[in-house]
């Protein structure tokens, strides 16, 4: 019972977490855009989040094996939400400007780093393992319900109250999913381990030389790694900025996109989780692969000029089948994810578990803010549809190519689990 009202305590804390960064996240580029109307400034409200995010990964690795991630959890929600109060209060005054965008989402990215760090390693402590699929079925569930909602809601309310009531949401947000963690009955494995800046080193490197002496875990994160190089520029760049000057899509139906990959992910969630749950995880990440990439490249030849018919003002048709792609698109990416989440899990061993996690994300992420950069400058010269299909076209081979490498038994192998 104990562990059933732990789990559900960390779910719904991160729902409430989620719900408002999900909102913001939609509101931020719809503002940008609409105040400078270039993508390449977009591009840099991404990369201002994410450099500061990739460069402290490795200390919050370290950090959450190290200290309580109980504590870790709560403090970074609070202090969160008291960043973004003086964006709340500036936004509701109209004072805003880019540059405090820019550094405040830069300081949110660090906690953000430490957040996730801890969040990721403290999951397979609350529950079983053989429950562990299950449970990060109903993780991926409620976050996915969080980005369902939250595009829509904040499409709608910046649209009608402005980018200022985004943030005052977002603020509330983070210090109530604080409240609910407070409650979370969690009793950590100290490790004890030195604190000199040798040690302290040595201790970072800890995940990375896990992963290394790991040929699955090595070549899975090698394939993220270009994974997310070709597909961040896509969907983080090209899509919004498509939707908006090219397609010409309204903020509702923007939201509507987000709603609809998220319903996709709750989807898959959900088949994961129930009639899914006894498929080997290497069957679920192969084909989970080979969907995704096969939708990116759909995606990329429906806002190709001679499609934009379908978009223009009165036919829905191409409205119809973008939120199709993206609905599918989400199941694809949640079939995927969560075995590779759980596989994982199992394999990182708990006392360096954040800084294995940790070591992933890094590893896997690290080329993002390049492809990004390069996406935002390329829309400046190059038309969206040339610059998806290129990404998604490499993105398709690739992926082939990793399905391959790809056992029955997903990331694991039976001299390669847990102690």
Known sequence: MAKKSNLSLFVWGNFVSLLGSSMQRTALPLYILDLTGKGSIMSLLTLSHMVPMLLTTPLAGVIGDRANRKHIMVSMDIIRGLLILPLAILGLQKNLTLSLIFLLMSLCAVFDSLFSAATSAMLPELVTENKLRQANSCHSLFTSMADLLGPVLGALSYSIWGIGAIFVFNTLCYLISG?????????????????????????????????VQNPQLKTFAS?????????APIFSVVLPFSAKTELHLSALTYGLMGSCLTAGFIAGALATGTILVKNPSGTLIKRGILATCTLTLLFSILISPPLRLLFEPGKHIGTIILLGLLTLLGIAISITNIPIRTDMQKLAPNHIRSRIFSSIELLTQVAIPLSIAGGG??????????????????LFIAGISFVKTIGTQGLITPSKKAT
């Open 179 to 211: 409240f609910f963690e407070i409650f979370i009955k969690y009793s950590p494995q100290s490790q004890r381990e030195k604190t000199s800046v040798k040690e302290f080193l040595a201790s970072a490197r800890a995940g990375l030389d896990f992963i």
């Open 223 to 231: 394939f993220c790694l270009l994974l997310n190089f070709l597909l």
């Open 377 to 394: 400058l390329a829309l400046d010269y190059i038309p969206s549809h040339l610059i998806s299909a290129c990404f998604a076209s490499f």
